[in-house]
């Protein structure tokens, strides 16, 4: 249910505006309300009479209108939602809000909206799947919109593929998912949480490096959900290919020891969360050239021992954030490693899993995990990382909230 949420739904100029009086007619069935922007191209597709009778307020056409911008101006049009919906978003719509063009209604009060925004895109096949949507879409996505399709299926235009808008009942509910979304407890709200996530890199020579199989991918899940919680979520990667999550400080390592440097610069922080795959050593000898093959003798590797970030931190003497929690990455006897692990690395909790070859859990979308506390060891059922990440940012609220 919306509960009296204001939508300021942007209509652009495609066939699928037919369907934007039934979205409209959805929206306020559930308890929101709705304000119109209609693009020029829109008109043609779907009567500004229709909408006004519909939503009971005068539809919003012109940019410069003096008589909208007495009563209503574009700035006050996004200051007053609580959600942008652009449906049908076409690919021209997509492209000025991705680039920041403002030279319409739409576009500008796009530019000038501090708000969500949750796009439906449609458009023909070839227009959606051209690499220029593509592009726009990927900025668009880097800059917090949200999007609801398109769906596959046959096309006005004759054609056959994904550019049909998603259909009404399913832009109401991704509509209701945002507004679910913003009405969640935040138990985390104006808590710092500091996580490590990915492996490290230790040279070996400036072309060669040693590394581990950790993607990074339960570590950056872990800061999304913290920062769905409420938190201000601080980032500390190793290399990887995922992308920074949005709206998170996000601090790129190669080394363990460049981790640790930016582990302690990110403190204080009221949790901190030790998912990185550290690794244990780093070449001691790292040469400043390339290794060269010299006749034939096997160069040996010294290694040396790099620091314990988890370790070091759960014993810090004056920055200690108030939750430490550290990962155990065994390959046996999961559970007896990782509460030996709990008593030694001196962190409050120890989320415990199997990454033997066989779990499929290193780079996987999977992960099944044990939560090791002083009352004990909790075992979560085998879920998404995402999901894993949610249930454990809940426990660690807790925790936190019973330490007062
Ligand atoms: N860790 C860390 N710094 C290191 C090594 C590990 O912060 N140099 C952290 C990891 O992020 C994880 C926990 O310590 O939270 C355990 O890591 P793991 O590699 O499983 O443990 P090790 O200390 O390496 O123990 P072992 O070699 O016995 O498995």
Not at 293 to 313: F, M, S, V
Not at 365 to 370: G, L, P, Q, S
Request: net charge neutral; charged share 25%.
């Amino acid at each position: 249910m919306l509960n009296g949420k204001r939508v300021l739904l942007i209509i652009g100029g495609g066939i699928a505006a037919y369907k934007t009086p039934e979205l409209v007619r959805l929206i306020r069935k559930a308890g929101g309300h709705v304000r119109v922007i209609l693009t020029k191209a829109a008109s043609e597709f779907v009567t500004p009479l229709t909408l006004a009778s519909l939503t009971g307020e005068k539809v919003h056409e012109a940019l410069f209108s003096l008589t909208d911008e007495i009563e209503m101006g574009h700035i006050e049009l996004s200051r007053s939602a609580d959600l942008l919906v652009v449906a049908p978003a076409t690919a021209d719509l997509m492209a000025k809000a991705a680039h920041g063009l403002a030279n319409d209604l739409a576009s500008t009060t796009l530019l000038a909206t501090d708000k969500p925004v949750l796009m439906a895109p449609a458009m023909n096949v070839r227009m959606w799947l051209h690499p220029a949507t593509q592009r726009n879409l990927a900025t668009l996505r880097a800059d917090g919109v949200s999007f609801v399709g398109p769906d596959e299926g046959d096309m006005a235009c004759g054609e056959y593929g994904p550019g049909r808008m998603a259909e009404p009942a399913a832009i109401l509910a991704a509509i209701e998912a945002h507004v679910a979304r913003d009405t969640a407890p935040k138990p985390l709200a104006g808590k710092h949480v500091l996580i490590t996530a990915g492996p490290t890199h230790e040279p070996i020579d400036p072309v060669r490096y040693i590394a581990n199989r950790s993607s990074g991918k339960q570590g950056y899940a872990l800061a999304e959900a913290a920062r769905e919680a409420g938190a201000r979520v601080t980032l500390v990667s190793g290399p990887g290919t995922l992308p920074a999550p949005i709206g998170i400080r996000t601090i790129r390592v190669e080394t363990a020891r460049e981790m640790d440097e930016a582990v302690e610069q990110a403190l204080p922080a009221d949790i901190a969360i030790f998912a990185a795959a550290v690794a244990d050593w780093r070449v001691a000898d790292e040469s400043k050239e390339k290794r060269k093959k010299d006749g034939n003798a096997i160069p040996p590797l010294q290694l040396t021992e790099n620091p314990d970030i988890l370790a070091r931190i759960a014993r810090h003497a004056t920055q200690r954030p108030r939750l430490v929690v550290g990962f155990a990455a065994e390959t046996e006897k999961v559970l007896e490693h990782a509460q030996a692990k709990f008593a030694r690395k001196g962190c409050d909790l120890l989320v415990a899993n199997d990454v033997s070859p066989a779990s499929g859990v290193m780079g996987g979308d999977r992960n099944r995990v044990h939560l090791v506390s002083p009352e004990g060891v909790e075992s979560l059922p085998d879920m998404t990382k995402n999901d894993v990440a949610t249930a454990l940012i809940a426990r660690f609220a807790d925790a936190l909230a019973r330490r007062g």
